[in-house]
Nanobody, 121 residues
Framework: QVQLVESGGGLVQPGESLRLSCTAS????????MAWYRQSPGKQRELVAS???????NYADAVKGRFTISRDNAKNTVYLQMNSLEPEDTAVYYC???????????????WGQGTQVTVSS
């Protein structure tokens, strides 16, 4: 089984920064693409950013230029540096990973429990 544990959420004022972390643990062969999603009350969960094992990143238009996703493959950890935060960024942020439990199996999707980010003055 694969567990994703997030940390780093909190309450900040507009314009401030936060850094989220998510570490994959358990028994697995390899963690493939990792990503961050977010969900606000009354809205669907949406992709914020994703990153491949090679470091190729993709961002939602709403966060381009403000957020940076990165990863440490040796630690099976993905980060989301969030700068110039806006009230519209308020949401629960979920870590997402595609991981292979064994070398001969295909990847499965795993989710973290979510971490709250609140941007308010």
């Amino acid at each position: 089984q694969v567990q994703l544990v997030e940390s780093g959420g909190g309450l900040v004022q507009p314009g401030e920064s936060l850094r989220l972390s998510c570490t994959a643990s358990g028994t697995f062969f390899r963690v493939n693409t990792m990503a961050w999603y977010r969900q606000s009350p009354g809205k669907q969960r949406e992709l914020v950013a994703s990153i491949t094992t090679a470091g190729s990143a993709n961002y939602a238009d709403a966060v381009k230029g403000r957020f940076t996703i990165s990863r440490d493959n040796a630690k099976n950890t993905v980060y989301l540096q969030m700068n110039s935060l806006e009230p519209e960024d308020t949401a629960v942020y979920y870590c997402h990973a595609n991981a292979r439990r064994f070398s001969y199996t295909s990847g499965l999707i795993y989710w973290g429990q979510g971490t709250q980010v609140t941007v308010s003055s």
